[in-house]
């Protein structure tokens, strides 16, 4: 014997209603968390690691800018504890230009210095080639190197060999407002760190990449 149910006008309102709390509880949780929500499918891997995940949904947090510009402060204040203020702070793509400069501001102004990078495969190399740019002896003597996140260390471990090539007698010391636990280089100065992955105020979706690299 065959059984239908029917699902009446008023089953069809309750569900509705149910669907919109639900979805009003999801907003309030990512507007208070400052998270940002990525459909995705499968299990890839990537370099930035979600805080948690729902079925295919996954949470990514997002710093504040405010929280950002705290960290700067206090990074250069540990820097002028150290006696290292910089002759020269490099930075690394947009997130550490925007970190950096924030840190140059709170050390008086330090002489700043920006190169883009690229990725070709786990590859990294520099868009402009910082050897072929005459850089005055006199800013090389004390290198800070800022990125605004850091994964693996790959990128920087490249930026540093390269500034040693130039001067093997650099102090050279790096800067991170993020820095995720799969990373193993060591970093001197740094905001946060975490196993996830914190996004900086002004990273969206599209900045979320998935990775061949084993961040196990």
């Known amino acids: 014997m065959i059984s239908l149910f029917i699902i009446g006008p008023e089953w069809i309102a309750a569900i509705a209603a149910m669907l919109t709390a639900l979805a009003a509880i999801i907003g309030a949780i990512v507007k208070v968390g400052n998270l940002i929500i990525v459909v995705r499918k499968g299990k890839k891997k990537q370099v930035h690691k979600p805080l948690f995940s729902w079925f295919n949904l996954h949470f990514f947090r997002r710093s504040s800018m405010k929280r950002v510009s705290k960290e700067a402060r206090r990074l250069a204040k540990m820097m002028e504890d150290d006696k290292f203020i ?37 590859k990294v190399t520099s868009i402009f080639p910082i050897n072929n740019i005459n850089i005055p ?38 800067c991170v407002f993020f820095k995720q636990t799969s990373c193993k280089l060591n970093i001197d100065y740094i905001g946060r760190q975490g196993h996830d992955s914190v996004l900086m105020p002004w990273q969206d979706a599209d900045f979320i990449r998935e990775s061949t690299i084993n961040l196990s």
Not at 98 to 120: A, E, M, W
Not at 149 to 156: A, D, L, N, P, S
């Open 86 to 122: 910089p002759t020269l702070i490099f930075f690394i793509g947009r997130g550490g230009s925007i970190f950096g400069s924030l840190i140059s501001y709170n050390l008086k102004n330090k002489p700043i210095f920006c190169v883009d990078r690229k990725y070709v495969g786990n």
């Open 137 to 174: 002896e006199e800013f090389l003597s004390k290198i800070l190197i800022v990125a605004g996140e850091v994964h693996t260390g790959g990128t920087i471990e490249y930026f540093i060999e390269q500034f040693k090539a130039i001067n093997s007698q650099s102090i050279i010391k790096t």
